[in-house]
């Protein structure tokens, strides 16, 4: 009986695991179905009950989502789910409305067109500016700042590819983060782009490190809060 319930455990965790590395390699996009139980069941050639507590799982970890009657979709595909408990804001954001998002520019610069040049030091930064609509009105302005990675600079590729998968795969992978948040008056090109009638807005910025407590991500991101708060959901 032991040694069932082992194999069991085994079973639902290679399914899961498989299903997370196909979110996060963009096989399966964000805001897409994943394939239905009948057919994991029978790409996995494994139980119904295997399948479920596989999907589960993801839906704990905040990658999936599951909607009576629609289906199961990819809600994140973000490696930093596995950092906390927290759902995140852009998780919550997609379950209760349409969240899509823009790539602006993808360009190599210098450390010393940064705002954090002197943390950076003397490296070739890749930088990402993206715009996120909630409901289809401008609602976030990114700005990633990543030090020592390779990114394509096709436009297209970066849609709904997850940022931290790009990490992981240039060898660096976020291990801890650390976020500062601030009101602030933003410029007026800012402003423009967020079809804001007034200059304040949220701004936070993220730091991530590897396991050595190196830098490797700095991202800034202005919200028009007025469309919607900022907000992060705990499970104790």
Not at 165 to 170: A, E, G, I, N, P
Not at 206 to 223: M, P, Q, W
Request: avoid cysteine; aromatic fraction near 8%; charge should be neutral.
């Amino acid at each position: 009986m032991e040694n069932s319930l082992m194999v069991a455990e085994i079973l639902y965790q290679k399914v899961a695991d498989d299903i997370k590395k196909n979110i996060l390699s963009g096989v399966y996009e964000l805001d897409s179905l994943i394939p239905t139980e009948n057919d994991l069941e029978k790409k996995y050639s494994v139980s119904k009950i295997t399948v479920r507590k596989a999907v589960e799982q993801l839906v704990a970890e905040g990658y999936l989502m599951k909607k009576s009657g629609i289906g199961t979709r990819v809600v994140s595909n973000h490696l930093f789910n596995k950092l906390s408990k927290a759902k995140s804001y852009s998780t919550i954001v997609r379950e209760n409305d349409q969240l899509t998002k823009q790539v602006l520019e993808v360009a190599n610069v210098s450390a010393e067109e940064t705002p954090i040049a002197t943390e950076f030091g003397d490296q070739n930064i890749v930088y990402i500016k993206r715009l996120y609509s909630l409901d289809n009105k401008p609602f976030i302005i990114v700005s990633h700042y990543l030090p020592n990675v390779e990114i394509p600079t096709e436009k297209r590729n970066l849609k709904n590819q997850s940022l931290y998968k790009f990490l992981k795969d240039s060898g660096q992978e976020i291990n801890s983060f650390k976020d500062e948040f601030s009101a602030v008056n933003i410029s007026t090109a800012d402003q423009k782009l967020l079809n804001k009638d007034d200059t304040l807005a949220l701004k936070r910025i993220r730091r991530g490190f590897d396991n050595k407590g190196n830098l490797i991500e700095y991202t800034e991101s202005i919200y028009d809060s007025n469309k919607m708060p900022y907000k992060i959901e705990y499970e104790i």
